[in-house]
């Protein structure tokens, strides 16, 4: 059983920046990629970041390019989120996810297609 959990969140000010963590543990984790999807009130689950576990390129969310970075650190069986100069849209519970096998880059962006979930963490951005 694989168990994901975040932390990092919090209240900040547009402008700052958070960085979130994902600690993966279980017996066996070896996931083919793991991913940042967020979900703010009355809104759907939205695709932030994803990256694939034995290295290739990372995937972004339009509203995140040039903003957001995603890593991992193999060795910890964590994955980041650095979230720079944050927006008041920014604001949701941020959820890590991982998935067991392999799917083109064409699905990263589909929480469907994805195993394991955090129990996520609240981000708050003022302006």
């Known amino acids: 059983q694989v168990q994901l959990v975040e932390s990092g969140g919090g209240l900040v000010q547009a402008g700052d920046s958070l960085r979130l963590s994902c600690a993966a543990s279980?017996?066996?984790?070896?996931?083919?990629?793991m991913g940042w999807f967020r979900q703010a009130p009355l809104k759907e689950r939205e695709f932030v970041a994803a990256?694939?576990?034995?290295?290739?390129?990372?995937l972004y969310g339009d509203s995140v390019k040039g903003r957001f970075t995603i890593s991992r650190d193999n060795a910890k069986n964590t994955v980041y989120l650095q979230m720079n100069n944050l927006k008041p849209e920014d604001t949701a519970v941020y959820y890590c996810?991982?998935?067991?096998?392999?799917?083109?880059?064409?699905?990263?962006?589909?929480?469907?297609?994805?195993?394991?979930w955090g129990q996520g963490t609240q981000v708050t951005v003022s302006s």
């Open positions: 990256i694939p576990w034995s290295g290739g390129s990372t």
């Open positions: 279980g017996r066996t984790f070896s996931p083919h990629r």
């Open positions: 996810a991982g998935a067991r096998s392999y799917r083109s880059y064409n699905y990263y962006f589909d929480p469907m297609t994805y195993d394991y």
